[in-house]
């Protein structure tokens, strides 16, 4: 129940962030910021966007209900492993700057 009423928030956030770019896009369409066909490369960009973010969540969750509780242990091992490297190779690179 939790994760449907997360999804349907989430929905509705993205599709109010859609309609607000979609309205600035239409007005540098008509005050003439944009041209024409960057104008629609945009609003192909923010369709894309809006179709990936109402899917991600979902497949998300879908998944992460699927698998077993081993299994799910093993993604939280490797998520963390990752985050350490991530965060040694930023101290590194940080020290060699200084």
């Known amino acids: 129940?939790?994760?449907a009423s997360f999804l349907n928030d989430i929905a509705k956030l993205v599709g109010s962030v859609a309609v607000i770019a979609i309205i600035v896009t239409a007005f540098g369409l008509m005050l003439g910021?944009?041209?024409?066909a960057d104008a629609?490369?945009?609003i192909g960009v923010i369709a894309g966007t809006v179709i990936v973010l109402f899917e991600?969540?979902?497949i998300v969750v879908r998944t992460w209900?699927?698998?077993l509780w081993w299994q799910r242990l093993a993604l939280i091992?490797?998520?963390l492993v990752i985050l350490?490297?991530?965060a040694s190779?930023?101290?590194?690179r940080h020290r060699t700057r200084a």
């Open 84 to 86: 350490y490297a991530v």
């Open 1 to 3: 129940m939790l994760e």
């Open 33 to 36: 910021f944009l041209k024409p």
């Open 40 to 42: 629609f490369k945009r």
């Open 56 to 58: 991600l969540p979902q």
């Open 89 to 92: 190779r930023r101290e590194k």
């Open 77 to 79: 091992a490797v998520g």
């Open 65 to 67: 209900s699927a698998i």
